[in-house]
C-alpha cells in the first residue's frame, strides 16, 4: 500500500487525545505523522486515538519516556489547515481542550484503531489498468475456449481505449470478478508478465443517478431572484439572514444557491444544516432529485456507525459535494467547502447540550468567515442573535414576504379566549374548546385535515390524590412521573424512572386517584370518543419509538389516511403537509411563565412553525390558539403574523435588560448530591475569580439552585457571568478556568460544566 505522505526524519509529533488533561501529548513518530494525520497512541495503559498537531523540535517530556507512536491511518487525507484552524477556534471559545473537540468531531470508525481496517476495505479497492501497448499480448495469450477469461481481458483494453492519454480508472477487482471467477490468478499473473499495473484506490462511496432528469424547478418569484442572485453574487465572506415565513420558498433559494455553488467551481462542496433527523429524508429526497449527478451525503446521529463513517470519508475526500447534516455536520471535514446554508437557524438543536456545548449555528458563521464564503442563515422567526445583526447591517437580510404557491396565502390567526369560554358557560370538552371542537367537525365534514398540537406526551403531567393531596413526584427528580396510560406506566421524563400505575393513592390508601392536566395521549382518547368516525394519528416521541416510524405515520398523514393529527414539536417543523387546513394549539400558557428570558421567542417560534402547516396548498387554512391570557404580546403579534413586531419589542426588552444580544453570557452549573455542595463550590468558584482573575466588564450573579433542582438525585446549581463584551468575558473564562484546579476541597465529587452562550438559563 503506498504511503500518502512521504517519509521524512523521525522526531516529536504532538498529538491531541480525547481528554480534559491537556491540548496535547508528545510522542515519538515517524515523518509521516503530519498535522492532521490520525494517529493511535499508548496512553497509560489505553491505547488512543488522536490527531496529530505538529512536530517539535523539543519536549519537555524526558527522552527516555517518550513512547511512539503506534499506527497511523496512512490512506486517509490528513485533515486539513482549515478544518484544524475550526477545531481550534471550537476549543478555545468553548474552553475545552483540543482533543476534546477533535476526536468526538471524527466518525466512530476513526475513533478507535479497531475500526480503521474495516474502514480501509470499504473506502478503498484495487483498480487494474491495461499498460500501454500491452493490449494484444495479452489479447493473444488468453486461449479462444477460456471465454471468461478473454471477457476479462477484453474489457481491460476496452476500459484502456476509452480512457485516452491518462490510462482512466482501470477495471475495479469486483467488476472484474464479475466477469470471471478466476480473475484474482489471472490478474496477478498478467501483472506479473508486465501487461497490467494493479493500484489501491479510493473507491466511490456515494451512489450517483446521472442519467436521471433533474426535477424541475418552479420559476422563481421575484424575491426569491433577488435573493438567490445576492447570494450568487456573494464576494468572500458574505453572511446572509434569509428571512421567509413558512412556505415562502427559502428551500427553493437554497436549491438555487447549491446549484450556483456547484457550478462555480467543479470540485465545489456545499453543506446545508437542518435541525431534526426526522427532517432530512424529506429534503434529501428533494435536494437528491434536483441534483441526481451530484453526490449527496448525509450526516446525523440517526445512521449506523459504518454508515456514518462511510459518509464523512466521502465528504473528507471531496467526494461528497453536497453535505447534508444536523448540527454534528458543522464539523465535518470539508476541504473544499464553498457555501453553507442553515435551515431553521433559530432551532435550539443546533445548541449542543451535553459534552462540548457548541452551537453549529454559530460555528457556520465562523467557518464561513474563516474560509471567505457566503453562509445562508435562514428562518421565518430568525433567532434574536441573527436578527439583531441583520438589523446592524452585520449580515444582509434577504426577505421572503408571501408564500410561495400561487394558491396559498397564510392561515388566519384566531385566538379563542379561554376566560371568555367559562363566561359564556361553554366548558371544556377534556381541554378542548367549543369553538376548537366545531373547527374540526367542520374539517371533518369537507374531508380535510386537522392538526392539534400539543407539546407534552403521555397521558396526564401527573397523577393526584384528591383526598390527602399526594402527587406522583419522581423520588429521584425535582419533577413529576408522567402517566403513559396506553402503556400503564408511570414515567419520568427526566431519569427515565418507571414504575406501575398505582391501584390507590401511596399515602392515604384512597382508591380515587385521578390523572391531572393533559398530554397527547389523552387528547388522542378525547378526540377518539368525540368523533368516532375520524382516523386519528398521534405522533410523538412514545408513537415513533421504533425506527422508521414516524415516516411511516407521516407518509399516512400525506396520503390523506389521516383526518386528525395530534402531535408535539414533531409535528410543527419542516412538514409540508399539503391537506392541513386547520391547527389547533391546544395549550401554550405553560410556557408563559418560563423563568426564561428567551421563552416568549420560543414561544413564538414554535407557535408560528405549527401555524406554519395550515393552508399550504390552495385550501385556506385557520390557526385556533386556546387561551386564558390573550393579549400575551407574543400571541398578538402571532394572530398579525408579525414576526418583525415582535423582534422589535423582544430587542427593546432585552436592550433595556442588558440582555443577549446585548449581552453575551456563560453558565457555570454545577451537580452533587447534595445542593449545599454544589453551591458551595460555585461560592469557591466566585471567590477564586474575586482572588487572582481579573474580571474588567465582567459581572459574575450569585450561585442559585436551577429551577428544575433534582435530576436522577444529583442537585444541581448555577452561576451566571456576564458581560456586555465577548472578548472581555472570553478572555475572564480563560484566565478563570485555570483557577478550578485551587478550588480543592469543595470541588470534591462535584460535576461542573461550563457553557457559553447558553440557551436556557
Ligand atoms: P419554505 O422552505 O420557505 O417553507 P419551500 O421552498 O418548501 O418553502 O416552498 C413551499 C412550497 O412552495 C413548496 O411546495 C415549493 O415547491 C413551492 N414553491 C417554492 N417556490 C415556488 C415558486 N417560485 N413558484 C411556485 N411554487 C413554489
Ligand atoms: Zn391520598
Ligand atoms: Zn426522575
Redesign the pocket.
Known amino acids: 500500500m503506498a504511503a500518502v505522505f512521504p517519509a521524512a526524519e523521525p522526531g516529536i509529533v504532538r498529538v491531541a487525545l480525547d481528554t480534559p488533561a491537556a491540548d496535547s501529548f508528545d510522542y515519538l513518530g515517524s515523518g509521516a505523522a503530519t498535522p492532521g494525520a490520525i494517529v493511535s497512541v499508548p496512553f497509560g495503559r489505553r491505547e488512543l486515538v488522536g490527531v496529530v498537531l505538529g512536530r517539535a523540535d523539543s519536549s519537555e517530556v524526558p527522552a527516555e519516556r517518550l513512547r511512539p507512536v503506534r499506527a497511523q491511518v496512512d490512506w486517509l487525507p490528513p485533515l486539513d489547515a482549515n478544518w484544524m484552524a475550526l477545531a481550534v477556534f471550537a476549543a478555545r471559545y468553548y474552553h475545552r481542550c483540543l482533543g476534546e473537540v477533535m476526536l468526538p468531531a471524527l466518525p466512530p470508525a476513526l475513533r478507535e484503531s479497531a475500526g480503521w481496517a474495516g474502514l480501509a476495505q470499504r473506502a478503498q479497492g484495487r483498480f487494474y489498468r491495461l499498460l500501454p501497448g500491452a493490449g494484444q499480448a495479452l489479447l493473444d495469450s488468453v486461449p479462444a475456449r477460456a471465454r471468461s477469461v478473454m471477457a476479462l481481458a477484453q474489457a481491460l483494453t476496452a476500459a484502456a481505449d476509452d480512457a485516452g492519454e491518462d490510462g482512466g480508472p482501470g477495471l475495479s477487482a469486483s467488476e472484474a470478478r464479475a466477469l470471471c471467477s478466476a480473475a484474482p490468478a489471472r490478474l496477478a499473473q498478467w501483472e506479473e508478465a508486465g501487461w497490467i499495473e494493479a493500484e489501491t484506490r479510493a473507491r466511490p462511496l456515494l451512489a450517483t443517478e446521472p442519467g436521471r432528469a433533474p426535477s424541475e424547478p418552479?420559476?422563481?418569484?421575484a424575491e426569491?431572484r433577488q435573493a438567490v442572485e445576492a447570494i450568487g453574487a456573494a464576494q468572500g465572506f458574505s453572511p446572509f439572514l434569509l428571512h421567509?415565513?413558512?412556505?415562502?420558498?427559502?428551500?427553493?433559494?437554497?436549491l438555487h444557491a447549491i446549484a450556483q455553488a456547484l457550478a462555480a467551481g467543479p470540485h465545489a462542496q456545499v453543506l446545508m444544516l437542518v435541525p431534526e433527523i426526522n427532517l432530512t429524508p424529506q429534503l434529501q429526497a428533494r435536494v437528491a432529485a434536483r441534483f441526481p449527478g451530484e453526490p449527496l451525503a448525509v450526516l446525523h446521529s440517526g445512521l449506523a456507525e459504518q454508515e456514518r463513517s462511510l459518509q464523512w470519508l466521502a465528504a473528507h475526500r471531496g467526494e461528497a459535494r453536497i453535505v447534508l447534516g444536523t448540527r454534528m455536520a458543522i464539523m465535518a471535514s470539508l476541504p473544499r467547502l464553498a457555501l453553507i446554508l442553515v435551515?431553521e437557524e433559530h432551532d435550539t438543536s443546533y445548541k449542543q447540550q451535553d459534552g462540548l456545548r457548541y452551537s453549529a449555528r454559530d460555528l457556520a458563521v465562523w467557518r464561513a468567515k474563516q474560509l471567505g464564503i457566503p453562509v445562508v442563515l435562514?428562518s421565518?422567526t430568525p433567532s434574536m442573535e441573527s436578527w439583531w445583526r441583520a438589523e446592524q447591517g452585520a449580515y444582509r437580510k434577504l426577505v421572503?414576504r408571501e408564500?410561495?404557491?400561487?394558491d396559498?396565502v397564510l392561515p388566519a390567526v384566531r385566538l379563542v379566549d379561554l376566560n371568555h369560554e367559562r363566561q359564556r358557560q361553554r366548558p371544556l370538552y377534556e381541554g378542548l374548546s367549543v369553538p376548537l371542537l366545531d373547527a374540526v367537525q367542520a374539517r371533518l365534514e369537507r374531508g380535510e385535515q386537522s392538526l392539534l398540537f400539543l407539546n407534552r406526551r403521555g397521558y396526564a403531567p401527573v397523577l393526584a390524590c384528591d383526598a390527602c393531596g399526594w402527587l406522583s413526584g419522581c423520588p429521584r427528580c425535582s419533577a413529576y412521573l408522567v402517566l403513559h396510560r396506553p402503556e400503564r406506566r408511570l414515567r419520568c421524563h427526566h431519569c427515565g424512572l418507571e414504575a406501575p400505575v398505582p391501584h390507590h393513592c401511596p399515602d392515604c390508601g384512597n382508591m380515587d386517584i385521578a390523572p391531572l392536566g393533559r398530554g397527547t395521549q389523552r387528547v388522542e382518547e378525547a378526540l377518539a370518543a368525540r368523533f368516532p368516525q375520524a382516523r386519528i394519528a398521534r405522533i410523538d416521541a412514545d408513537s415513533t419509538r421504533r425506527k422508521g416510524s414516524a415516516q411511516a405515520m407521516f407518509d399516512d398523514v400525506h396520503a390523506g389516511e389521516v383526518d386528525i393529527l395530534v402531535g408535539t414539536q414533531m409535528v410543527a417543523k419542516?412538514h409540508?403537509f399539503q391537506r392541513v387546513t386547520l391547527v389547533g394549539i391546544v395549550h401554550p400558557d405553560a410556557a408563559m411563565f418560563s423563568h426564561d428570558f428567551r421563552a416568549a421567542e420560543h414561544l413564538f417560534a414554535s407557535l408560528m412553525q405549527v401555524a406554519?402547516r395550515a393552508g399550504?396548498?390552495g385550501l385556506a387554512g385557520e390557526v385556533l390558539i386556546q387561551t386564558r391570557y390573550p393579549d400575551a404580546p407574543a400571541l398578538q403579534a402571532l394572530a398579525r403574523h408579525d414576526y418583525d413586531g415582535f423582534a422589535g419589542a423582544q430587542l427593546r426588552e432585552r436592550r433595556q435588560a442588558g440582555l443577549p444580544p446585548f449581552a453575551y453570557q456563560a453558565l457555570l452549573t454545577a451537580e452533587h448530591g447534595q445542593l449545599d455542595r454544589a453551591l458551595a463550590f460555585l461560592q469557591a468558584a466566585r471567590r477564586q475569580a474575586e482572588q487572582g482573575v481579573p474580571a474588567p466588564e465582567v459581572q459574575l450573579h450569585d450561585p442559585v439552585p436551577m429551577s428544575m433542582v433534582r435530576v436522577a438525585n444529583r442537585e444541581r446549581a448555577q452561576m451566571l457571568v456576564e458581560s456586555h463584551s465577548r472578548a472581555a468575558l472570553q478572555r475572564f473564562i480563560s484566565a478563570w478556568v485555570l483557577t478550578f484546579d485551587g478550588i480543592g476541597e469543595a470541588a470534591k465529587g462535584v460535576r461542573w460544566q461550563l457553557e457559553v452562550d447558553p440557551l436556557r438559563i
Open positions: 418552479p420559476p422563481l418569484h426569491q421567509g415565513v413558512t412556505g415562502s420558498g427559502k428551500t427553493e433559494v437554497y435551515d435562514g421565518a421572503l408564500r410561495a404557491q400561487a396559498a419542516g409540508d406554519g399550504r396548498a
